[in-house]
């Protein structure tokens, strides 16, 4: 049996929900959910357990990934309960319940962790490039003399490493509290997972159920971004000795253009982002918490230092490349730091994940109806 706890509203509100003591239960929000089915009947089921304070059951809950905000729930809502914004406040609380380490937590609940998260990872990267840079040829742009391409992969490839470890070990926890009931496993056969493994891969590539929602625009917004961040974390990570030269190849050259494209597919996607969000142009985006500004934000400084550090290479401008480079790696730890593993980077593996594990539980089910009908008809 599930222990009850009425507190549990009030942490939800810590992580962003509004409004959720107003819910009365009439399924309105369910109802007009083009997402929701009668085995998954968000956000009214989610609302309710909050409301019990059944902190158990909703660990084990894939509900609130398989909500796209759309707004519509909210929108539509009699009662004004921002129904939408009690599933976004579930996921921050899911990703907190993931990670192991209780940093999501305090990140997603107080301003001062944030901020001092940015500031610590902002001083971290200063320091070593003051203890670890190359010298400062100002004849000339020679930017891996100064920050050493090879020492700069060795580095990407330890952070994509950790951050990597900390991803995995937090969505081990979310398996695990998805198929598991106590002690007890309730592990679907192992041949469902394999079978449907296409599903993942699928899903994560496309993010086709988002594009149900409200139409196409904020789905091909999403997919833009998206790619542009990919991209640029493919070229960091696997190429970057191709992609960090002193050569100057021209604009057309795919070195160039492959970095350009994500750059410009980044600002695209996080600038129209935070326009909505400064506009509050959709349901979705009339509520806003921290790290809902910080993610876009951090992204296009990212974008756009990665631009001037080309610009000014092209410009022969030896000094203004070298302290951009570095003002360049300060944006790229404190996203990581602040918005990684820990904060809203992982929804782009926990969502895909929680679509997968959702579809292995159908199939499963629906093998286990097979099986005892065969076995009812053989009595």
């Known amino acids: 049996m599930n222990r009850v706890d009425p507190t549990f509203v009030n942490e939800l509100k810590e992580y962003g929900a509004v409004g959720i003591e107003k819910c009365f239960n009439c399924g309105n929000c369910t109802a007009i959910c083009p997402l929701a089915s009668d085995e998954y009947n968000f956000p009214r089921g989610v609302i309710r357990r909050v409301q019990i304070g059944d902190r158990e059951t909703m660990k084990t809950q894939l509900d609130p990934w398989l909500c796209y905000y759309c707004g519509d729930c909210s929108a539509t809502c009699p009662k004004g309960a921002e129904p939408g914004e009690t599933m976004m406040a579930a996921r921050r609380w899911l990703t907190a319940q ?4 209780g940093l999501s937590r305090k990140l ?20 070593l490039a003051w203890l670890l840079h190359g010298d400062l040829v100002t004849s000339q742009v020679q930017l891996n003399t100064f920050a050493p391409v090879e020492m700069i992969h060795v580095a990407d490839l330890i952070l994509a490493g950790v951050l990597a470890f900390f991803l995995l070990s937090n969505l081990f926890r979310m398996f695990m509290f998805t198929f598991r009931e106590g002690k007890q496993w309730k592990l679907p056969p192992f041949a469902v997972f394999v079978t449907e493994a296409w599903q993942l891969v699928y899903h994560t590539l496309t993010q086709q159920r988002f594009s149900k929602c409200e139409g196409r625009r904020r789905w091909i917004s999403h997919m833009i971004l998206v790619f542009g961040y990919g991209s640029m974390f493919v070229l960091i990570v696997v190429f970057l000795t ?34 909505s969000r400064i506009q509050k142009k959709h349901q979705m985006h009339h509520f806003s918490h921290l790290s809902d500004w910080l993610f876009p934000i951090l992204l296009i400084l990212l974008s756009v230092s990665g631009l001037m550090i080309s610009a000014f290479r092209y410009m022969g401008l030896p000094l203004a490349t070298y302290y951009t480079y570095v003002i ?43 099986t005892a009908g065969a076995m009812a008809s053989a009595d």
């Open 242 to 275: 191709w992609f960090q030269t002193d050569n100057l190849y021209p604009l057309y050259h795919p070195q160039r253009l492959i970095g350009y494209l994500a750059a410009l597919a980044i600002i695209y996607g996080a600038g129209d982002a935070l326009v």
């Open 98 to 101: 993931y990670d192991w380490m």
């Open 108 to 127: 997603y609940t107080s301003t001062a962790w944030a901020i001092g998260a940015l500031i610590v990872g902002a001083l971290m990267v200063l320091g």
């Open 328 to 370: 360049h790696l300060v944006i790229m730890m404190t996203l990581y730091i602040c918005i990684g593993p820990m904060g809203k980077w992982a929804h782009l593996l926990y969502r895909p994940f929680a679509v997968y594990f959702q579809i292995v539980k159908e199939k499963a089910a629906q093998q286990s109806e097979v």
